[in-house]
Every structure is written in structure tokens, then in C-alpha cells.
């Protein structure tokens, strides 16, 4: 169980025991708080809001809708549909126990904050968005799309920590589905910062509990 617990936090096991050598998706998530705290720091609300709204295109509409769509949850049939195919349910159970909790949280967070989102700060004359996005007015903090996607990407980058690929690939998906999220006009910067760090804790408090229970149910089945 300790093994487990310090390998979650990214210490990558050897043939000779624990290298010290840190998971990428920490380093990768580290550096995304650095950037985003500083933007909060020494930026206005409205600067961080309208510097990335603003900066438009028709591709990069498409593009971000995507993603956004993809931290709806939706990235979780193919993600589901490919663990069943391969068998590997202890990562199956783990992305859907930590997206069902995620979601919980996200809701109760929401309504317990019920900030404004930016249509109704600054109204439709700032506020910009591709033409087939509805937007909305409350519940800005967190993002849930956001704390969707760094949980996911953090939980499957415990899950396959010697896969730099996966990880990489996984921590990108995160950081363009929180991007899109004011590039479309939801959310503040401050709502993706908060949903990252809110996604990331609920991915290692279910990876390390996923684990447990996975591993107390093998020692119950052994003779």
C-alpha cells in the first residue's frame, strides 16, 4: 500500500526499488500553476478574460468546442468502451468512480460559490463566442469541465506512469479543455486555475482508494 501511495505521487519504481524520478504529469502541472498563478497575480480579471476570449477564428472555434465537449464527460464512452476491451477494470472503475465524484463536488461547489460567469459581468458586447454555444450566467466557480479533465488526465497519468506519451497527451487534453472554457466565453481564468487544482486532488485521493480496494479484493480471492 505504501509502494502504491508513493508511486501515485510519481515515484517510479526500478528493479532496485524507488528512483526518486517524478511522475511527468506533476511536472507538466506544476509548470501550469506557475503560469496561471502569475496571470492571476498581475493581471485584471477582465485582462486575463478578454486576452484570451478575444483571440478568435473560425478553426479555433471548432477546435476548442471540441475539447470542451470532450470535458463534458463525454471522453468517457471511447475511455470506457477501450478498458472494457482490454480488461484492465481497476483502471475502468477508477475513471468512473473519480468522474462521478468530481461531478458531485462540482455541483455542490458551484452553488455553494455562485459566482457570475462572464456574460453576466460584462455582458453580450464583450463577451464572445463561436455561434452555436449557449452561454450561461451563474455558477462560474469551478470549472467543471476543467476539473473533469485534469482529474481524468491526472488519474490516467498515475495509471500509466511509465507511458510519457499517455501522459503528455492526457495533461494537453486538460490544459486546451480548460483553455477552451474562456476562449468560449464560461469561465474565468480563475475558474479553470481552481477546477485544475480541485481535479488533480480528487484524481490522487481515488487512485490511491482504487487502489486499496483493488488490492484487498485480490488477497481476499487468493487460496
Keep these: 500500500m505504501i509502494k502504491n501511495v508513493a508511486s501515485t505521487f510519481g515515484v517510479i519504481k526500478s528493479e532496485c526499488g524507488y528512483t526518486g524520478k517524478i511522475n511527468p504529469f506533476f511536472l507538466y502541472f506544476g509548470g501550469w500553476l506557475i503560469i496561471t498563478s502569475a496571470l492571476l497575480l498581475f493581471t485584471s480579471k477582465y485582462a486575463s478574460f478578454v486576452s484570451i476570449n ?10 476548442f468546442t471540441i475539447f470542451t465537449d470532450l470535458g463534458n464527460g463525454n471522453i468517457l464512452i471511447p475511455l470506457a468502451i477501450l478498458f472494457l476491451y482490454k480488461k484492465n477494470y481497476r483502471v475502468l472503475a477508477g475513471i468512473l ?32 463566442t463561436a455561434r452555436w454555444i449557449t452561454l450561461y450566467s451563474r455558477y462560474s466557480f469551478p470549472s467543471g469541465h476543467t476539473e473533469t479533465a485534469f482529474c481524468l488526465a491526472a488519474y490516467l497519468s498515475f495509471s500509466f506512469r511509465n507511458n510519457k506519451s499517455v501522459i503528455l497527451i492526457s495533461f494537453l487534453g486538460a490544459v486546451f479543455t480548460a483553455y477552451s472554457r474562456i476562449y468560449l466565453g464560461e469561465h474565468f481564468l480563475e475558474d479553470v486555475w481552481g477546477g485544475s487544482i480541485i481535479g488533480v486532488l480528487v484524481a490522487v485521493i481515488t487512485f490511491i482508494l482504487v487502489q486499496y480496494l483493488f488490492s484487498r479484493f485480490q488477497k481476499q480471492e487468493l487460496p
Design 54 to 63: 478575444h483571440l478568435r477564428s473560425l478553426p479555433a472555434d471548432v477546435f
Design 97 to 128: 468512480f473519480s468522474a462521478l465524484l468530481i461531478a458531485l463536488i462540482s455541483a455542490w461547489l458551484k452553488h455553494a460559490f455562485n459566482h457570475p460567469r462572464p456574460l453576466a459581468c460584462y455582458g453580450k458586447n464583450v463577451v464572445e
